[in-house]
């Protein structure tokens, strides 16, 4: 029993000699040392429990791209050695986009997506511009629009998932006062199209 209490007091001296020390060296470093100890310790809870859980998704993305480009291989009957030339890739990319006579329905589709998300859309100016010495063109389109926040931005980010050759080239909001939360946005869209 008197070797246990021993132990406890020899353990009480220890923990206050242990925190004396720790007083002395934080009040050594300053109000400068403590901001950097606090960032330091920040870092290292944030790399715990920020970093660290995503480097195993990352291993899994990276293991699903393996596979899916195995299987893109293999349902080509190409193997990995095998590449494309210039004129295929080049091919391919321009068959990404829609052709230019398809661009009422890619109006259309705006207009569905609007009414989707509750955006009012006003009379749209569209243009088709064609540049010289290239192939694909790009429809113009300044689409006014009316909604609230939410609302304007779920139809901007579904126009890009629905209609990818699509590419905001601008955008200006106005508001009429800060209880307003209607907003008067003038989006400028590109659709660039295949000849």
């Known amino acids: 029993m008197e070797a246990c209490i021993v132990k406890n007091d020899w353990l009480k001296v220890d923990v206050q000699h242990i925190s004396q020390q720790a007083s002395w060296q934080v009040a050594r470093l300053g ?9 330091f310790a920040a870092a290292i809870v944030f790399f715990l429990a920020a970093v660290l859980p995503q480097n195993a998704t990352v291993s899994e993305l990276k293991e699903r791209a393996d596979t899916m480009q195995v299987n893109v291989s293999a349902q080509n009957g190409s193997g ?19 052709r230019v006579d398809s661009s009422p329905f890619w109006v259309r589709e705006l207009v569905r997506i ?19 010495n290239a192939r694909l063109a ?7 629009i009316r909604g609230r926040y939410p609302q304007i931005r779920s139809f901007i980010a579904d126009s890009l998932q629905d209609i990818p050759a699509l590419a905001i080239a601008g955008m200006a909001i106005k508001r009429e006062n800060v209880q307003t939360e209607q907003l008067d946005v003038r989006l400028e869209i590109n659709l660039f199209l295949d000849e």
């Open 138 to 144: 790009r429809y113009e389109m300044i689409l006014p």
């Open 31 to 39: 109000s400068v040392g403590k901001i950097g100890v606090g960032i």
């Open 80 to 98: 990995p050695e095998r590449r494309m030339g210039g004129d295929q890739a080049l091919q391919i990319f321009y068959d990404f986009f829609p």
């Open 114 to 132: 609007a009414k989707k998300n509750g955006v009012e859309m006003n009379s749209s100016d569209y243009r088709l511009i064609h540049e010289s």
